[in-house]
C-alpha cells in the first residue's frame, strides 16, 4: 500500500473507530493534570489538541499507525457487489481476518483505497468469514467495482475498547489512571497505565528497564495478582477477548507516556512560573510551528520501539542454569543471602521475612524529585505508599512458580524500590534466595519449642544448640 494511502487511512480511521448512533458521547480522556498545571497554558492546550488528534476520544478513537498496536485491520479487493452485500478477498499478509469475526466489527468501517469510491468509506453491519462477504449498514452511494481495493479498519481495538469498559474502567479509569469509580475504596490502588510501567514482568530491567510483554499482561489479566482485587478473568474471557484486552491497555499506556513525554519537553522552556517573561508567547508560537511536528513524531517514535522491543526474541529472562534443589543446604545459603550485605533483602523484609526491615521506618527520597517524601516508608513511583512483601504469609503477587520468583529477584518489581540484583548474585544464588523465600511460608507456621533453660533441655533430635 502506497505511503499515500497508509496517510489517508491513519487520518479516517478515527471516524471507522467510532462507528455511529449508540457511540455518540462527548467523553473525553482525563488530562495528566498534575503534570500539564506546570505548563503555560497555551503550551497545556497544545498537548492536549495533539493527543486529541493522534488517538481521539474514548468513545472516538484514533487508530495512530505509528505505534506497535494491533488495531485489527484487513486489506483485500472487492471481487463482486450485490446490493449490501460485498464479496471480498482478503491479502493475507495483511489482514487481520480472524479478528473480523469479532461481534464489534457492526458499525464499524470499511474504507475503499481504489477506484470510484477511492477515499470513501461504509458502515458495516456484519460479516461472514465463511463466504467473505461484507453487508453494509447503508446504500452504496458509489458501489465499488470488481478488483477495487479496500481496508477494514479497528475493530479489534474497539473490541478492546468495550471489554475493558465492562471490566476494568471501574477500577482503572477511562484514562486507566488508576483512578476508576472504586478505585478510593481500593488498596493497594488499581495501576495507573500512563507511566507504561507494569511491576510484574518477565522482561530485564538493566541497563534500563524493558516494557511488559504481551505475554505479562496476558498473565496478571487471565490470573490476577493474588493478595489483591485485581480478579482472574479465566475463564470468563475468551482467549480473543484477552488479546483485545491487552491491545486497548497497550495503547492507553503508550497514549499516557506520550502525554507525559510532551509536557516534560515543554515545561523545560515553556512552565507556568514564565508567564511574565518577555516574548515567551511569541517564543512559544514560533515552537509549536516549527520544532514541536517532528518532536511529537519522534517520541512517538521512541515509546513504539520500546514497546515493540519488549516483544523481540530474548527480552524474556530466562535462568541458563535449572533451579538447584530444594534442600536444607541451599535454603541455609539462601537464608545467608537474605540477611546478608550482598542481596540486602532483610533491609525492607526485615530479619523475619515479615516486611518490616529498617527501611520502612526511615524517611525515604523521591528519586525523581530527590525531596524527602513526608512520611516514613516506601514509596512506588506512583507516589502511593508501598509494603515489602510479608514473605510468611505465602503470597506473591507476581507469581509462586519458582520461575516467577527468580524474576523478581533477578529484575526487581518495576516502579517500586524492590531492585533486581542481576548484577550482585550468581544463578546459583538466586535459586539458594528462591528456595528460602518459598520455605519462608512453612517455616514461619511451623510449632516453636519452648524456650529452654538451659542447653541440656534440647533433645539430641533438634540438632545443635548453635
Given at each position: 500500500m502506497s505511503v499515500r494511502w497508509q496517510s489517508l487511512i491513519a487520518v479516517m480511521l478515527a471516524g471507522l473507530l467510532a462507528g455511529c448512533g449508540g457511540d455518540a458521547s462527548k467523553a473525553r480522556f482525563a488530562e495528566n493534570s498534575a503534570l500539564a498545571k506546570q505548563l503555560l497554558p497555551k503550551a497545556r492546550k497544545a498537548v492536549q489538541k495533539t493527543l486529541d488528534e493522534h488517538f481521539g476520544a474514548p468513545l472516538d478513537s484514533v487508530a495512530w499507525l505509528k505505534l506497535p498496536v494491533n488495531y485489527g485491520k484487513a486489506e483485500g479487493t472487492v471481487k463482486s457487489v450485490?446490493?449490501?452485500?460485498?464479496?471480498?478477498?482478503?491479502?493475507?499478509?495483511?489482514?487481520?481476518?480472524?479478528?473480523?469475526?469479532?461481534?464489534?466489527?457492526?458499525?464499524?468501517?470499511?474504507?475503499?483505497?481504489?477506484?470510484?469510491?477511492?477515499?470513501?468509506?461504509?458502515?458495516?453491519?456484519?460479516?461472514?468469514?465463511?463466504?467473505?462477504?461484507?453487508?453494509?449498514?447503508?446504500?452504496?452511494?458509489?458501489?465499488?467495482?470488481?478488483?477495487?481495493?479496500?481496508?477494514?479498519?479497528?475493530?479489534?481495538?474497539?473490541?478492546?475498547?468495550?471489554?475493558?469498559?465492562?471490566?476494568?474502567q471501574h477500577c482503572h479509569g477511562v484514562s486507566g489512571d488508576g483512578d476508576g469509580t472504586t478505585a478510593k475504596y481500593l488498596n493497594p490502588r488499581p495501576r495507573d497505565y500512563r507511566?507504561?510501567?507494569?511491576?510484574?514482568?518477565?522482561?530485564?530491567?538493566?541497563?534500563?528497564?524493558?516494557?511488559?510483554?504481551?505475554?505479562?499482561?496476558?498473565?496478571?489479566?487471565?490470573?490476577?495478582?493474588?493478595?489483591?482485587?485485581?480478579?482472574?478473568?479465566?475463564p470468563m474471557l475468551k482467549e480473543n477477548e484477552l488479546t483485545a484486552i491487552i491491545e486497548y491497555v497497550r495503547w492507553l499506556a503508550m497514549r499516557g507516556e506520550i502525554e507525559k513525554g510532551l509536557i516534560t519537553e515543554l515545561k523545560g522552556e515553556y512552565s507556568r512560573d514564565r508567564s511574565k517573561d518577555e516574548g515567551i508567547d511569541k517564543s512559544l508560537e514560533t515552537y509549536l510551528g516549527e520544532a514541536y511536528p517532528n518532536f511529537v513524531n519522534e517520541i512517538a517514535g521512541e515509546v513504539g520501539e520500546k514497546w515493540s522491543g519488549a516483544e523481540e526474541e530474548g527480552t524474556a529472562i530466562t535462568p541458563k542454569k535449572p533451579r538447584t534443589q530444594d534442600t536444607a543446604e541451599s535454603r541455609h545459603r539462601g537464608k545467608e543471602l537474605f540477611l546478608g550485605n550482598k542481596a540486602k533483602c532483610v533491609n525492607c523484609?526485615?530479619?523475619?521475612?515479615?516486611?518490616?526491615?529498617?527501611?520502612?521506618?526511615?524517611?525515604?527520597?523521591?528519586?525523581?524529585?530527590?525531596?524527602?517524601y513526608a512520611e516514613r516508608g516506601l514509596f512506588d513511583v506512583w507516589d502511593q505508599p508501598i509494603k515489602p512483601r510479608d514473605l510468611t504469609r505465602g503470597i506473591y503477587r507476581g507469581g509462586r512458580r519458582p520461575i516467577d520468583i527468580y524474576r523478581r529477584i533477578y529484575v526487581g518489581i518495576k516502579g517500586t524500590p524492590m531492585p533486581g540484583n542481576s548484577q550482585a548474585l550468581s544463578e546459583d544464588e538466586i535459586w539458594d534466595l528462591v528456595n528460602y523465600a518459598l520455605s519462608v511460608p512453612y517455616d514461619s507456621q511451623a510449632p516453636k519449642l519452648p524456650k529452654p533453660h538451659s542447653v541440656a533441655e534440647y533433645s539430641t533430635e533438634h540438632g545443635h544448640a548453635n
Open positions: 450485490d446490493g449490501l452485500k460485498l464479496s471480498v478477498e482478503f491479502n493475507k499478509e495483511a489482514s487481520d481476518v480472524d479478528g473480523l469475526t469479532s461481534p464489534e466489527l457492526a458499525r464499524a468501517g470499511l474504507l475503499f483505497t481504489s477506484g470510484v469510491s477511492a477515499g470513501k468509506q461504509v458502515l458495516l453491519a456484519k460479516f461472514d468469514p465463511k463466504t467473505n462477504v461484507f453487508e453494509a449498514l447503508q446504500t452504496l452511494d458509489s458501489p465499488p467495482a470488481k478488483d477495487d481495493t479496500f481496508v477494514a479498519a479497528g475493530h479489534f481495538l474497539r473490541h478492546g475498547r468495550k471489554l475493558y469498559a465492562r471490566h476494568c507511566l507504561g510501567v507494569f511491576k510484574f514482568t518477565s522482561t530485564g530491567s538493566f541497563p534500563a528497564p524493558i516494557k511488559a510483554t504481551r505475554d505479562d499482561l496476558k498473565r496478571v489479566i487471565a490470573l490476577g495478582i493474588p493478595g489483591t482485587y485485581m480478579p482472574s478473568f479465566v523484609h526485615g530479619p523475619a521475612g515479615r516486611g518490616n526491615g529498617p527501611m520502612t521506618e526511615d524517611f525515604q527520597k523521591n528519586p525523581t524529585t530527590n525531596e524527602v
